[in-house]
């Protein structure tokens, strides 16, 4: 596509439910990073996929957060046990390769509230 | 301390002003440093990127990177309202591994005012 589009672009959930955030990336992008930016704060890193292996996943805040990216393309941010600290907006950005000089593209990002 | 300090403002300037946005920050590794600027309800979209420390122009945008007071700014001439938005600073380290991950400032929202 011509952008990284992620889908929902809001999702309200209640306290402990489980959810999944999902973005398609640039074709042809082998890099796709997930980011979470908090109300009034600038993003922060979660994971890094290069192909389909998670390369980093060093941001990711605690175990119920996990994502996927099965065939290197389309991944999937998944969140279980939701508590209204996860309340924040989050990104998805790709690029073609792991390096900044090739630059990222962000999406518009999920906002994700829990009630 | 966080690694990247920058001033939420709000600004608010009238149209046609010279605009200083700046960052300070802690960590010596960051090498590559950008500006991105966000629009309400949108992700971030890059503006500038420079590399070390020095200057670098793209039309009324100027970056400058100071790296031995650990200091970063973006001056916007000639402000138009269509400038009003949120810019965030973002910093990452160098080499393989280590790069691809950007640390963000909070951003500073501008409005311009017609």
């Known amino acids: 596509g011509a952008g990284v589009s992620q889908t929902p672009s809001n999702k309200v959930t209640e306290k402990g439910k489980y959810v999944e955030l999902r973005c398609d990336p640039i074709?042809?992008?082998?890099?796709l990073y997930w980011y979470r930016q908090s109300l009034g704060q600038g993003p922060e890193f979660l994971i890094y996929?290069?192909?389909?292996?998670?390369?980093?996943d060093s941001g990711l805040p605690n175990d119920r957060f996990f994502a996927v990216r099965p065939e290197g393309s389309v991944s999937t941010l998944k969140i279980q046990r939701t508590e209204r600290g996860d309340s924040a907006v989050y990104l998805c950005a790709s690029s073609p390769g792991p390096d900044l000089v090739y630059g990222y593209t962000f999406g518009s990002g999920t906002r994700l509230t829990v009630v | 301390q966080k690694e990247v300090e920058q001033d939420p403002g709000p600004l608010s300037v009238p149209e046609g002003a010279i605009v200083s946005l700046n960052c300070t920050y802690s960590n010596s590794a960051f090498q590559y440093f950008m500006w991105y600027r966000q629009y309400s309800r949108k992700g971030p979209e890059l503006l500038m990127y420079?590399?070390?420390?020095g200057n670098k122009e793209d039309g009324r945008f100027t970056a400058q990177v100071d790296k031995s007071s650990k200091y970063i700014s973006l001056f916007i001439r000639d402000s138009q309202p269509s400038d009003s938005a949120t810019y965030l600073c973002a910093m990452s380290a160098e080499g393989r591994g280590s790069n691809y991950k950007l640390t963000f400032g909070k951003g500073t929202l501008l409005t311009v005012n017609p």
């Open positions: 996929f290069q192909g389909t292996g998670a390369a980093d």
């Open positions: 074709s042809g992008h082998t890099a």
């Open positions: 420079t590399y070390s420390s």
